[in-house]
């Protein structure tokens, strides 16, 4: 008779979204003796995708102690619950690629089953969860009890990371004079096509997996440039599009401060504000770190370039720093320049470039 296991798993966010991690454990079911365990920071996410993560740490962990092992999946999650044990239909995009994964991980084990439980039950899962996001508040990642060195040390990543090579898209007719260009789709200049074509070039040889990109056209066709020089797939995100500017679309950063002054005075100060009719850069934060959740799903230890504008790559960049929203009004991002972020399982982040123009030429064809 095959082996019988129990996973117990658990994720949390502190601001949902905000700092989350995840806590896993597989015990054997019979003793109660834990086997193993596993935690990990994850970065700024939500709840559901953290708990997610945890499942899914969990079954993998199972699947390394006995593949061909019956297992019960116990969790605090009933989302997760639910919708793994298929009475709950999946309907957030941002789930599916998680459950995903999931199922994966439950197919490489004999037969899995979810159970859902109080949360005073899996106190154990919890622990370890916070215990992974109280580590990378220290700016440390998480290891199991037994295994922490006597002395502090400082240890850095270990695993091989996700990379994302971050490519603004080229000019365009507004980004001439500044102006505001959020979701209008507005197309590339003779120079724009020109440095889409030179920052293609300068990743011929960058061994991309795939290309993930804005769904407008400045940036499709940027990544267009990049697919035809490398041979990769084009996937579009939306969560990666640019912010949406509202009223402020197409007017230069002068007029848009002479007409809404206290709206721009209120912008500038508060990433929570929005310009009129428009998006705050804390919601469109929410959307790009789903975006960027679900890519290191779907692209995990693979090297990827992400096309797109100016404030989703400030997000990511001030995500990977742990810096405050604020960080984005002190950026600089030319068009076409390319940056670059390693994304580790074990919670750090590294940002190894930032505005790099060194491919475009002073004059284009």
């Known amino acids: 008779m095959s082996r019988k296991l129990t996973v117990e798993a658990d994720g949390g966010s502190r601001g949902n979204p905000g700092p989350a991690g995840y806590g896993a454990l597989v015990r054997d079911a019979l003793t109660g003796e834990v086997l193993a365990e596993a935690a990990e920071s994850i970065g700024h996410a939500t709840n559901n995708v953290a708990e997610y993560r945890g499942l899914i740490a969990g079954l993998r962990a199972a699947a390394a102690i006995d593949p061909a092992a019956r297992v019960e999946a116990r969790m605090d999650s009933k989302l997760v619950v639910e919708q793994m044990s298929g009475r709950w239909k999946i309907k957030h995009p941002d789930m ?6 999931a ?5 490489a ?18 622990r370890l969860a916070n215990e992974a996001m109280d580590a990378a508040a220290r700016g440390e990642h998480w290891v199991r009890a037994e295994e922490k060195p006597a002395a502090p040390v400082w240890s850095a990543a270990t695993l091989r990371p996700t990379t994302t090579l971050l490519l603004r898209h080229g000019e365009t007719p507004l980004s001439i004079d500044k102006r505001f260009a959020g979701t209008g789709d507005f197309p590339l200049t003779e120079t724009g096509a020109a440095q889409a074509r030179a920052a293609a070039e300068a990743l011929k040889d960058r061994g991309l997996d795939a290309i993930v990109t804005s ?4 940036c499709r066709d940027t990544a267009a440039a990049v697919a035809d020089a490398t041979g990769a797939e084009i996937r579009a995100e939306e969560g990666f599009r640019e912010t949406a500017f509202g009223e402020w679309e197409g007017l230069t950063f002068k007029e848009a401060g002479e007409r809404w002054p206290a709206e ?9 504000a929005a310009p009129p009719g428009g998006e705050s850069f804390t919601a469109t934060a929410r959307r790009v770190r789903t975006a960027l959740d679900k890519l290191k799903v779907r692209y995990r230890h693979r090297t990827v370039l992400v096309v797109s504008h100016v404030t989703p790559i400030k997000l990511l960049v001030t995500d990977a720093l742990g810096a405050p929203l604020s960080a984005l009004y002190r950026m600089q991002l030319d068009v076409a320049s390319l940056s670059r972020v390693d994304w580790y399982d074990d919670g750090p982040a590294s940002l190894r470039s930032f505005n790099d123009t ?7 064809p």
Do not use: F
């Open 96 to 101: 599916i690629p998680l459950a995903l994964e």
């Open 109 to 126: 084990l004999g037969q899995v089953t979810y159970t859902w439980i109080p949360r005073k039950s899996n106190a154990h899962a919890d």
């Open 103 to 107: 199922r994966e991980a439950a197919e």
């Open 264 to 272: 721009m005075k209120a912008w500038l100060a508060d990433p929570a």
């Open 358 to 364: 060194h491919h475009l030429p002073t004059r284009y």
């Open 215 to 218: 769904p407008l056209s400045r």
